[in-house]
């Protein structure tokens, strides 16, 4: 079942000042062995209020110098998908399942996805997007509370406390396999008919 079913209340209309508590609250988070090799903690970035938002993996090497989700070759696919939807970054909301680089970009182990999720869910709950966009496999599994990969996961939304969430190939993938580029933007048009429609 998906963690977003028990997602906590919202705290008030302040989802700015929600966010920064959730920040003050990860810290200089210590709970788990992904401490030792990161350089800082990559919490989020965008409107504490999109109505959008993007979910990857962990960082890699280039977002774990800058202290920014998606940064690197990635990241500035994902910035052009974003940007083809007819949104900026700073419109819409970018955060990962895990807040530190896990080493040499390995897919985070299950304790570390478990001690980091409940931060990320914060986060989700502060925003309340309508949409959530989850980048890849161990994305999709950890919002969506299931063990299907991505390939049988994307294409179709699936409903989950009240938001809609569209699983899709990770932008790394896309760099790997170019041809898949054209199913990560099928799966968009549906995001963005649908963000339209609630308009």
């Given at each position: ?85 007819g949104y900026t970054r700073g419109q819409v909301y970018i955060a990962n399942i895990v807040k530190c680089r896990p080493p040499d970009n390995r897919t985070p182990l299950p304790d570390e996805v478990a ?51 569209m699983p899709t190939f990770h932008p790394a993938y896309l760099l790997r396999n170019p041809a898949a580029k054209k199913e990560v933007w099928e799966d968009m048009k549906r995001v963005m008919a649908f ?5």
């Amino acid at each position: 079942v998906s963690p977003l079913e028990t997602l906590p209340a919202p705290q008030g209309a302040d989802p700015a000042g929600a966010l920064r508590r959730i920040e003050e609250e990860i810290g200089d988070c210590r709970r788990c062995r992904l401490c030792e090799k990161r350089t800082r903690i990559v919490f989020g970035v965008g409107a504490p209020d999109a109505r959008l938002m993007f979910i990857g993996e962990g960082p890699g090497v280039d977002e774990d110098r800058r202290g920014e989700p998606f940064v690197g070759r990635a990241g500035q696919l994902l910035t052009k998908i974003i940007e083809s939807m007819g949104y900026t970054r700073g419109q819409v909301y970018i955060a990962n399942i895990v807040k530190c680089r896990p080493p040499d970009n390995r897919t985070p182990l299950p304790d570390e996805v478990a001690t980091c999720v409940p931060f990320l869910l914060q986060q989700v709950a502060a925003i309340r997007p309508r949409v959530i966009v989850c980048l890849g496999t161990p994305a999709a599994q950890a919002v969506l509370g299931t063990r299907e990969t991505i390939t049988r996961l994307r294409g179709a939304f699936r409903e989950a406390g009240g938001i809609r969430v569209m699983p899709t190939f990770h932008p790394a993938y896309l760099l790997r396999n170019p041809a898949a580029k054209k199913e990560v933007w099928e799966d968009m048009k549906r995001v963005m008919a649908f963000l339209k429609s609630e308009a």
